[in-house]
């Protein structure tokens, strides 16, 4: 009589466990297409949100940089702002104040201002 009251216990303390084992059985997958179709969902999603606009940036960057000319007016990534007095391969020559020159690699422009900006500030 106590083994059939373990018994009968036992099963009634499984019986959650293969209640969702049959649901999740039953359930199934997706199949080979609509794994495509989610992959190549993702990767259109991937490719509009990161993939694109990042090319496009570097791509408008890559411009700027070699667009740049003496008399030209920019504005440093870290916010310093003058006019170019040298423009070489892979560095140019800022002059921030008056007789006060730096020189600052080319990747580091961040944008370039319209003519008499630097009366303005």
Request: aromatic share 6%; glycine share 10%; net charge positive.
């Amino acid at each position: 009589m106590n083994t059939i009251k373990l018994l009968i216990a036992g099963l009634l303390s499984a019986m959650p466990a293969l209640a969702m084992a049959q649901d999740a059985g039953a359930a199934g997958g997706m199949g080979v297409m609509g794994q495509v179709i989610f992959f190549a969902g993702f990767i259109l999603i991937f490719y509009f949100l990161i993939w694109r606009p990042q090319s496009k940036r570097a791509k408008e960057h890559k411009a700027l940089m070699s667009g740049l000319n003496k008399g030209d007016e920019i504005v440093t990534s870290g916010g310093v702002v003058g006019r170019i007095t040298k423009v070489t391969d892979d560095f140019i020559v800022l002059e921030v104040a008056d007789n006060v020159e730096m020189k600052v690699q080319k990747v580091a422009v961040a944008a370039a201002l319209p003519k008499g900006t630097l009366k303005d500030i």
